[in-house]
């Protein structure tokens, strides 16, 4: 491993209290997490960075930067190739891949928060190692001021205001955020109990009649992977079993994006966010824009489905709601699967979905309109 002597280096303590001694400024830096991949995106240090896992796609540029295998596969070879001088690591890289690392002779940094203060924590580490001390503390000002609102509020509700709060993690198995996960940290943060650790710690796994039990007043499901990113919110707001729990005959079933609750990085203060506008809507009536959809106008129709475009096709495939005239949605039938549709009769007015109908548990919106647009741009109120 070639070192520039140019540069001072330092010395850093992970959180694994582990003593890393760098003899220069870091030139060629691998992250093995995707959270420290955002992290040192956020920063502006990502010319830094000459390698990464397959599942570091935030922001989406990390996509383009060189693979070195998976989260917990790593690509000791691929490594090799890249000589790097820095590389950082999470946990579950401790007992199998950081000893082949360092037998190489590669620093290693183990970094793995599970608190807001643990992530400033964070920050600060690799601003320190990357020299961007001055850009680690301006995010840190940005993010703790951003919490800070949010717990402020918090701070002043009784216990007894505390919503109990499930949070569907994986929907094959009904995983949940035990107690020590970061899903139970921005629970409590955001104002609810998260019946999670009442089933233990790490990530639990309940059945549908426990769960039942606990009588959870919200659920919240994450959503954004695998080739029905929108699956889980689906059984959550569909499984007979839970049919009767407070948060299902109230309609306080929700939808959030799986990283804003799952990744140690700088999107878990936009899942705070997120979390306290869906559990205390009083308090924060205000949505962030983390929890906003997106709308699309794509005309399809009148026609056959050979005329659609690849570019109309990927977003009526994505795309939570569908909104349009019947003879729009003839074309794209076939991409259809669970997305709610708003459906309009020929020669009427076209009904926009209330705010209600529009509100956190979706992502996005695609209309599928092949009329003017100035025809439903008149409805007042519309918004998504």
Not at 100 to 117: D, M, N
Not at 152 to 180: D, M, N, Q
Not at 229 to 247: D, G, I, R, Y
Not at 301 to 314: C, K, L, R
Request: hydrophobic share 35%; with cysteine; charged share 20%.
């Amino acid at each position: 491993m070639k070192l520039d002597s140019n540069q001072t280096g330092c010395q850093i303590t992970d959180q694994a209290g582990r003593r890393i001694n760098l003899k220069t400024m870091p030139k060629r830096i691998i992250s093995l997490a995707p959270s420290l991949t955002e992290i040192v995106y956020a920063m502006g240090a990502d010319n830094l960075l000459c390698g990464v896992t397959e599942y570091c796609d935030y922001p989406p540029e990390a996509r383009n930067k060189p693979w070195v295998g998976g989260y917990s596969t790593v690509d000791i070879g691929q490594i090799g190739k890249i000589q790097p001088d820095l590389i950082l690591t999470g946990q579950i890289h401790l007992k199998a891949v950081i000893p082949q690392l360092e037998a190489l002779g590669y620093p290693v940094l183990v970094l793995e928060p599970s608190t807001i203060e643990g992530l400033l924590a964070t920050i600060r580490i690799i601003g320190k190692c990357t020299g961007r001390q001055e850009a680690a503390e301006d995010l840190v000002r940005s993010l703790q001021r951003r919490a800070g609102f949010v717990t402020a509020k918090i701070g002043l509700l009784p216990t007894e205001s505390r919503p109990k709060v499930y949070i569907l993690h994986e929907c094959e198995t009904w995983k949940t955020f035990g107690s020590e996960t970061i899903g139970d940290t921005l629970v409590h943060l955001a104002g609810g109990y998260n019946i999670g650790r009442d089933f233990g710690s790490y990530y639990p796994y309940p059945t549908k009649e426990a769960i039942k039990l606990k009588n959870p007043e919200i659920i919240i499901a994450e959503t954004g992977y695998g080739d029905n990113p929108q699956e889980p919110l689906s059984v959550a707001l569909n499984e007979p079993a839970l049919a009767q729990v407070t948060a299902r005959q109230t309609g306080q079933v929700f939808g959030i994006h799986s990283d804003l609750v799952s990744r140690a990085g700088p999107r878990m203060v936009d899942g705070l966010e997120c979390l306290a506008c869906l559990i205390h809507p009083e308090l924060f009536p205000q949505k962030p824009s983390a929890c906003r959809g997106k709308v699309y106008i794509a005309g399809v129709g009148p026609g056959s489905a050979e005329w659609v475009s690849p570019q109309v096709q990927n977003l009526v495939a994505k795309a939570d709601i569908l909104v349009g005239w019947e003879q729009d949605l003839k074309p794209v039938r076939s991409l259809i699967k669970n997305q709610k549709i708003f459906l309009q009769e020929a020669a009427t007015i076209l009904k926009y979905p209330s705010r209600r109908q529009l509100r956190l548990r979706k992502t996005g919106a695609l209309l599928l309109y092949s009329k003017p647009v100035i025809r439903w741009s008149h409805q007042p109120g519309f918004t998504a």
